[in-house]
């Protein structure tokens, strides 16, 4: 028989699926992959103990069901081949790469099959555990790998042995696997030490276990594995952070026939671990860790078009795992704030995307503050930038949400850009009632102290409500004020109308802007050009800060001008002392707008 029946509750031996049949069994496997997701991060230690692998597995399989779900007819091949593709594209982290690269071997040897058998199937899948092994530098045994080559090596014997059936076949295959993986912590010492077995691999067996399950019950299997949960197991001993390099860093090359040991000579040049190089001759996923992201972009520029570039911090995927707090805070890059709140406390970054040009950028990942006015003094095209995609956001809320009960998002006021509907399409798309959204209402130094403040009071153990309600209380009472030395940058991005250009450089004005209370930058006065400016915008600021922003927190920020910014600070301290005053250089996103030159004023007020 060549179809299952039509109440799918029984698979008859000798079942050969096409397309549709084929689409429910791939189903049945990936919702068990994303119902086990947090389990998985909670044992993850190799290569690093981010506490990723999860939803980077998550994110891969989450890409191929999107694209399955509406499929309706077709061939067991092309519903395969197509699950390969969409696997590249969406593939993250080392052993979502890994396990694209399997899914794209399978589909491409069974592009022409209009139904699946056994023979067939492990053909092919020999194929893609070899090809997924030759997409890893620096293969090691106890991974993904090692079960992804003991299921291959089992599925061959099967059919072998002469015996058709393919439900069979696969459960006794997935017995394998099951074995292979319970070794990993033999073949790895620090899986080993920690007392688990590696994450990537547990991951590829309960993708391999849901589709078993579905193979064995029929759609009694599929809602299971959408419901399924049960404990990995508990770390013996947390490892040590691994700091080698500090960014998870990946990208997609495309062109028309890529040269992969090319590309792979060329990275090898870089200081990086963990490459993987995933995908076909015109499509290429490149995973690698290292120090500095822009290295892997820059040189995998001269092979093709660089796209969906993405940089996760392990450093501070490393705190996430090992806190013990319930909430954690994020914020866009739009926020500017001082690299210690960064370190210290439960706060996360999503960068905003800008480029020249060509060129693109992650802010404060790819390009640094003194990077990008290097670019803007040097390169003719003007820098633009875009809100973070949802699906940026997406994968660090489920990140966190794997490690943290909630989560906050302080985000960049809406009424200036797409950023935070951004973060609230993300929001609707995880576990209801775990994220909420707080409309900051302000941009750069006064979003990045909201924030901050956001994290000091997840700090102190607050829930998350309680957090957006003590943010949405401090957002109004919130200032900024800034100085603009040049404001064709803010004209061109719209935040100022184009007579005050004109009218302030023929009258040798510098412009004084603040936001209001509708979230928007509003011009509220000018000061003569004069060698005294800083001193005389400090003056102008403290008149008009009332009592509890004269006992708050100042952060100034800077736009390629610390010595200007440090006399604004000092003017500040002699006449607000002891206030805690901070100076910190403003991001891309922000710079981009405000010019070279600007000086930056935000205050949070003392909530005593």
């Not at 014997?157 to 394998?176: C, H, I, P, Y």
């Not at 860790?289 to 092979?303: G, K, N, S, T, V």
């Not at 996430?320 to 866009?332: G, K, W, Y």
């Not at 489920?398 to 951004?422: I, N, P």
């Amino acid at each position: 028989m060549n179809s299952a029946p039509a109440d799918f509750h029984l698979i008859p031996r000798g079942w050969r699926p096409g397309g549709v049949a084929l689409k429910r069994v791939l189903l049945a496997g990936i919702r068990r992959v994303l119902a086990r997701r947090d389990a998985i991060n909670r044992i993850n230690v190799f290569p690093v103990a981010d506490g990723d692998t999860g939803s980077n597995l998550a994110f891969t399989l989450s890409a191929v069901e999107q694209a399955l779900r509406p499929w309706r007819s077709g061939s067991a091949g092309s519903l395969l081949r197509r699950a390969g593709d969409e696997a590249i594209d969406g593939a993250r982290g080392n052993s979502g790469a890994i396990l694209a690269q399997f899914l794209q071997g399978v589909g491409e040897h069974l592009a022409d099959r209009p139904r699946l058998g056994l023979d067939e199937l492990a053909d092919a899948v020999d194929i893609g555990a070899r090809q997924a092994r030759g997409a890893v530098a620096e293969p090691r045994e106890g991974t993904i790998l090692s079960v992804i080559a003991a299921f291959a090596a089992a599925l061959r014997r099967e059919a072998g042995n002469g015996d058709t059936d393919l439900r069979t076949a696969w459960s006794r295959a997935v017995a394998a696997s099951r074995d292979a993986l319970a070794r990993t912590p033999e073949q790895l010492a620090v899986l080993r030490k920690a007392g688990v077995v590696d994450a990537g691999a547990l991951g590829f067996v309960e993708l391999l276990a849901g589709i078993d399950d579905y193979l064995q019950r029929g759609r009694a299997g599929l809602a299971a594995a959408a419901e399924f949960q049960s404990d990995a197991g508990v770390m013996a001993e947390a490892p040590e952070p691994d700091a080698t390099h500090r960014w998870c860093t990946e990208c997609v090359l495309s062109a028309e026939a890529i040269d992969r040991d090319a590309v792979r000579a060329s990275l090898q040049a870089l200081d990086h671990s963990s490459l993987v190089l995933a995908g076909t001759r015109e499509k290429l996923r490149v995973h690698v860790h290292l120090d500095e992201p822009q290295q892997l972009y820059d040189a995998l520029a001269r092979f093709g078009r660089v796209g969906s570039r993405k940089a996760d911090d392990m450093r501070a995927q490393q705190r996430a795992t090992q806190s013990r707090l319930s909430v954690a805070v994020v914020t866009d890059s739009a926020a500017d704030l001082s690299d210690d709140a960064l370190e210290r406390l439960p706060l996360h970054l999503v960068p905003v995307r800008l480029n020249f040009g060509a060129q693109d950028y992650l802010d404060k990942v790819s390009l640094s503050p003194k990077e990008f006015f290097h670019e803007l003094r040097t390169n003719p095209a003007l820098p633009r930038t875009s809100q973070p995609p949802p699906g940026d956001f997406r994968r660090l809320f489920e990140f966190l949400l794997s490690h943290h009960d909630e989560v906050v998002y302080v985000g960049l006021s809406r009424a200036v850009s797409g950023t935070l509907q951004a973060g609230e399409s993300a929001a609707q798309r995880c576990a209801a009632g775990r994220v909420t959204v707080v409309d900051s209402r302000t941009a750069s130094c006064a979003q990045g102290l909201l924030a901050q403040r956001a994290a000091e009071l997840a700090a102190q153990g607050l829930a998350g409500a309680q957090i957006a309600t003590r943010i949405a209380a401090l957002v109004p009472q919130t200032a900024l004020f800034a100085y603009v030395r040049d404001l064709s940058h803010v004209v061109r991005g719209g935040r100022l109308p184009r007579w005050t250009l004109s009218l302030t450089r023929w009258l040798r004005l510098i412009p004084i802007a603040a936001v209001g209370a509708d979230g928007r930058l509003h011009l509220r006065s000018a000061l003569r050009l004069r060698a005294d400016l800083p001193e005389r915008f400090a003056r102008w600021v403290l008149r008009r800060l009332t009592p509890a922003q004269r006992g708050g927190r100042i952060l100034i920020g800077h736009c390629d001008n610390l010595a200007e910014a440090g006399r604004v600070a000092a003017a500040l301290r002699d006449a607000l002392r002891p206030v805690s005053i901070e100076i910190v250089p403003m991001g891309a996103a922000i710079s981009a707008h405000a010019g070279p030159g600007t000086v930056l004023v935000s205050v949070l007020p003392d909530e005593g």
